[in-house]
């Protein structure tokens, strides 16, 4: 619903987002979907993503961002694990809780 269109989700099995997504933490409170999908957006293209938040509106501190391609995921994991997004080193991995 937010960070632009769903696409056409890809052929192949049921698992819907398998192997797309990934977790990202670390996050600075401030952090927007807007800011999170501009700077995964170096590894591929992102389809969705999403910072987490409470009950009460905050932020988590976390987010979700789901690629187009398996492997523009995985480059994601490796060449934006620690990197720097508004003044936090953020890490990424495989989102493990397929939703």
């Not at 670390?26 to 979907?33: I, K, T």
């Not at 807007?34 to 932020?59: F, I, N, T, W, Y």
């Not at 490796?78 to 397929?98: K, Q, S």
Request: glycine share 22%; proline share 2%.
């Amino acid at each position: 619903f937010r960070g632009g269109g769903a696409g056409g989700g890809g052929g192949g099995g049921g698992a819907g987002t398998g192997g797309r997504r990934v977790y990202v933490g670390n996050l600075s409170w401030e952090c927007q979907w807007q800011d999170l999908k501009d700077h995964m957006r170096a590894a591929g293209e992102v389809l969705h993503a999403d910072v987490l938040s409470g009950p009460d509106g905050r932020s988590k501190g976390c987010g979700l961002v789901e690629y187009g391609t398996p492997e523009e995921a995985q480059r994601a994991i490796a060449e934006l694990n620690d990197t720097e997004l508004m003044g936090r080193m953020v890490f990424v991995r495989e989102d493990r809780e397929a939703r």
